[in-house]
């Protein structure tokens, strides 16, 4: 077999990989933070409603029931997770703001 332009050990095949990198680099430098944070919010939000949805079941009357019955199907999705991240051992020291 004949070797192609640009595959060879002086070809320009490890740019676009070398250009991926930067651009990975500098997404982490400059939007990691707020990534995080908004992930973190949606992920409080989801357990927010999904306690509306099931509080009922739980003895917490929030909301409708014809309300919360029309929304079980989407909220029985993530169940599995929700459990998870719910019966996970939290530190309350690690949920107070950091002063400086």
């Known amino acids: 077999m004949r070797a192609t332009a640009g595959t060879g050990a002086?070809?320009?095949r490890g740019l676009?990989?070398?250009r991926e990198k930067v651009r990975?680099?500098?997404?982490g430098l400059f939007y990691y933070d707020s990534y995080r944070?908004?992930?973190e919010q949606a992920r409080k939000l989801d357990d927010l409603v999904r306690l509306m949805i099931f509080g009922e079941f739980l003895g917490l009357p929030?909301?409708?029931?014809?309300?919360?019955?029309r929304l079980l199907p989407y909220a029985l999705?993530?169940?599995p997770g929700w459990r998870e991240r719910l019966a996970q051992e939290v530190d309350i020291v690690e949920e107070l703001p950091h002063f400086d």
């Open 10 to 12: 002086g070809g320009r």
């Open 16 to 18: 676009p990989g070398w």
């Open 62 to 69: 929030l909301m409708n029931a014809s309300i919360s019955l």
């Open 24 to 27: 990975q680099f500098l997404w």
């Open 37 to 39: 944070e908004t992930a």
């Open 77 to 79: 999705e993530g169940l």
